[in-house]
């Protein structure tokens, strides 16, 4: 089980939202680059980065930052990175900047067309992430319901060639309530390509019952607030999921 520590960008601060709400943010450093670091020293393979100002605008804001945390933390740890990825341009652009995965939400519900061509554009690159909401995707930065079913969009899109699904239950990120495992657990049986576990992940009984399921095919949880208020040990919990591996 890989865990990856978020990072989420609003006007060049870490912040953490409740349930995507961008009026609730909580300052946790005014320093993301730091805080890349700090990941990385805790041992973390893998970053989440999200440009929460882009999410909104659709375009990038926070480019400038997310540059430099790439430079600061080297090629050896990818980050996944989402929010204002729009278009091809702009992919491009981060990707030959370093980036290792860019993560489609908006765009991909509302124009698959381009998802399609992002995925033949660059293959290995591209995970889709599906916000939901009781089973319903959510798209511009959370803000607006639609009425796409996940597992549904989630095997369309297996099909255009994406890496993988990331997914998130909007009423339990950043709330600490602990991860919806029943539809992470649906959403994975019904693709075969990795399914990347978020929101609500609060401690290491999270962290176990995600290892106990691994075999249907989550692969990977984003872990968030939970690090930042320090209700989970991240050094912990990574020990705890490389057991799990071992075994």
Same mark, same amino acid.
């Given at each position: 089980?890989?865990?990856?520590?978020?990072?989420?960008?609003?006007?060049?601060?870490?912040? &953490? +939202?409740?349930?995507? !709400?961008? $009026?609730s =943010?909580?300052?946790?450093?005014?320093?993301?680059? /730091?805080?890349? @670091?700090?990941?990385?020293?805790?041992?973390?393979? &893998? +970053?989440?980065?999200? !440009?929460? $100002?882009? =999410?909104?605008?659709?375009?990038?804001?926070?480019? /400038?930052?997310? @540059?430099?945390?790439?430079?600061?933390?080297?090629?050896?740890?990818?980050?996944?990175?989402?929010?204002?990825?729009?278009?091809?341009?702009?992919?491009?652009?981060?990707?030959?900047?370093?980036?290792g995965?860019?993560?489609?939400?908006?765009?991909?519900?509302?124009?698959?067309?381009?998802?399609?061509?992002?995925?033949?554009?660059?293959g290995?690159?591209?995970?889709?992430?599906?916000?939901?909401?009781?089973?319903?995707?959510?798209?511009?930065g959370?803000?607006?319901?639609?009425?796409?079913?996940?597992?549904?969009?989630?095997v369309?899109?297996?099909?255009?060639?994406?890496?993988?699904i990331?997914?998130?239950?909007?009423?339990?990120?950043?709330?600490?309530?602990?991860?919806?495992?029943d539809?992470?657990?649906?959403?994975a049986?019904?693709?075969?390509?990795?399914?990347?576990?978020?929101?609500?992940?609060?401690?290491?009984?999270?962290?176990?019952?995600?290892?106990?399921?691994?075999?249907?095919?989550?692969?990977?949880?984003?872990?968030?607030?939970?690090?930042?208020?320090?209700?989970?040990?991240?050094?912990?919990?990574?020990?705890?999921a490389?057991?799990?591996?071992?075994?």
């Amino acid at each position: 089980m890989l865990l990856i520590p978020a990072i989420d960008i609003k006007d060049g601060r870490c912040v &953490r +939202l409740r349930q995507g !709400d961008m $009026n609730s =943010a909580t300052v946790f450093s005014e320093d993301p680059v /730091a805080m890349a @670091r700090h990941w990385v020293g805790q041992g973390a393979r &893998r +970053l989440h980065v999200v !440009d929460l $100002n882009g =999410a909104r605008s659709g375009r990038p804001v926070n480019e /400038a930052v997310i @540059r430099r945390i790439v430079e600061a933390i080297g090629a050896e740890v990818p980050v996944q990175l989402g929010g204002g990825l729009r278009d091809l341009d702009t992919i491009e652009r981060y990707i030959d900047g370093g980036i290792g995965f860019v993560v489609i939400g908006t765009a991909a519900v509302k124009s698959p067309g381009f998802l399609h061509d992002a995925c033949s554009a660059f293959g290995g690159h591209v995970i889709v992430a599906l916000d939901a909401r009781e089973g319903k995707v959510a798209t511009d930065g959370w803000s607006k319901l639609t009425g796409h079913d996940v597992v549904d969009l989630a095997v369309k899109f297996e099909d255009y060639g994406v890496e993988a699904i990331l997914y998130t239950d909007i009423g339990r990120d950043g709330m600490l309530t602990g991860v919806n495992l029943d539809a992470t657990v649906a959403l994975a049986r019904a693709v075969k390509i990795p399914v990347i576990a978020s929101g609500g992940v609060a401690t290491m009984e999270d962290i176990e019952r995600l290892c106990s399921v691994q075999s249907e095919g989550i692969e990977a949880a984003v872990l968030g607030r939970s690090l930042y208020e320090g209700t989970l040990d991240f050094r912990a919990a990574l020990e705890r999921a490389d057991r799990e591996d071992a075994q």
